[in-house]
């Protein structure tokens, strides 16, 4: 190569190095389609600013980043990963305020900071999943009564809907409710416009498809008597989260996200460890249980972040494939089913 060849292909490789990355925007269809979430009227505790969880906790180990910031969250790992939890500095027990969140605006705005996070995960194939991740400073749990008291009670929360959309045409939306959730077609779900609409339950924020009461066993939990667990939803304050969020591409190779307007905080998504407290032990006197049972807990532990979501199901549903359901009667008949077979198989144990 000569000299002159050598100097051109220098500033050749030079010009493309400072001409600015091109990034992609996030698909249109995925703000288009996006949720709109109905809190339920008598809601305390909504969504909160991602950033505000950082102002009112600490992590549960030294030597992390000083101060702690979403640019930074994802350093914690080195120090201990998924044992870590970001631990409130208030007594949380006492329910301090900054647990109540910001309630959306008459726009739906969540002011002070995104409070949500959209990731996309594009597939390369015409399926493209989006996940519309909501953040609240604390869950409230049900109050069976039964135990008199609010079971499940936990600092930070982290829920979700996903959207599976083929071609850029929404398909089915998953409903993340507790550990689990349920999945419709989009035509199936009631809409504003052309967005679906979520119910976030009351203190859980669990998402339903409509507003009602929805009952929910804990999973594998055998008792020596009925134990329902009712969430509820209702038409409260509507919340936009697209107002006020975060939006990334997620890229499932290597696990890493992008953020679309190039400037956007990564490292919190990277974060292993939870988002509040880990459950109370029941030597501390602030702890209730019942029978000995830990599920009854009062206060349980913090959730982990949106990257322990399944960002790259291969259905709708997180982990398994589930009944996706194409109206919402067809849900609710399932369900009385379901309850019907419960109670036969009940009447049989007695
Ligand atoms: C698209 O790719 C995903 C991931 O590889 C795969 O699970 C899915 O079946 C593909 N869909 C189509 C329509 O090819």
């Known amino acids: 190569m000569t000299a002159s060849k050598l100097l051109s292909l ?10 600015p990355i091109k990034r992609d925007g996030i698909p249109s269809f995925v703000l288009d389609y996006a949720p709109l979430v109905y809190l339920d009227t008598a809601e305390t505790y909504n969504p909160g600013p991602i950033s505000s969880q950082l102002l009112h906790t600490a992590p549960s180990v030294q030597g992390g980043p000083s101060p702690l910031t979403l640019d930074n969250l994802g350093q914690l790992n080195s120090l201990g990963g998924s044992s870590i939890s970001l631990d409130s500095t208030d007594d949380f027990t006492t329910y301090p305020s900054w647990l109540n969140g ?36 604390f869950n409230l749990g049900d109050k069976p009564w039964i135990l008199g008291y609010y079971a499940g009670n936990h600092v930070g929360d982290w829920e979700h809907n996903a959207i599976k959309f083929t071609n850029g045409q929404p398909e089915s939306i998953w409903y993340s409710q507790h550990s689990s959730g349920e999945a419709f077609t989009y ?7 052309q967005r679906p609409v979520s119910y976030s339950a ?13 009952d929910h066993t804990i999973p594998g939990l055998n008792l020596p008597f009925t134990f329902v667990i009712t969430d509820t939803t209702s038409q409260g304050a509507l919340w936009d989260p697209t107002l006020n969020s975060y939006q990334y591409s997620y890229h499932a190779a290597d696990n890493t996200f992008t953020a679309f307007d190039g400037v956007s905080p990564t490292s919190w998504l990277d974060f ?3 988002w509040g407290d880990p459950q109370l032990l029941t030597s501390d006197s602030r702890q209730r249980e ?11 532990g913090g959730p982990t972040g949106p990257d322990d979501k399944q960002l790259n199901r291969p259905w709708i549903c997180a982990a398994t494939s589930c009944p996706v359901y194409t109206s919402l009667r067809a849900r609710d008949e399932e ?11 009940e009447e049989e144990l007695v």
């Not at 594009?122 to 400073?137: E, I, R, S």
């Open 290 to 300: 019942t029978l000995g049972i830990s599920v009854t807990a009062e206060w349980t």
């Open 335 to 345: 369900e009385k089913e379901e309850e019907e077979e419960e109670e036969e198989e």
């Open 202 to 214: 009351k203190g859980t924020h669990a998402n339903y498809a409509q507003p009602d009461t929805h």
């Open 187 to 193: 035509a199936a779900t009631q809409k504003i416009g």
């Open 272 to 274: 292993q460890g939870t």
């Open 102 to 137: 910001v309630a959306p605006d008459s726009t739906g705005k969540v002011a002070g900071g995104p409070s949500s996070a959209i990731i996309v995960n594009d597939y390369q194939n015409g399926t493209v999943y989006a996940f519309y991740m909501y953040f609240y400073n």
């Open 10 to 19: 220098v500033s050749f490789i030079a010009g493309v190095l400072s001409t």
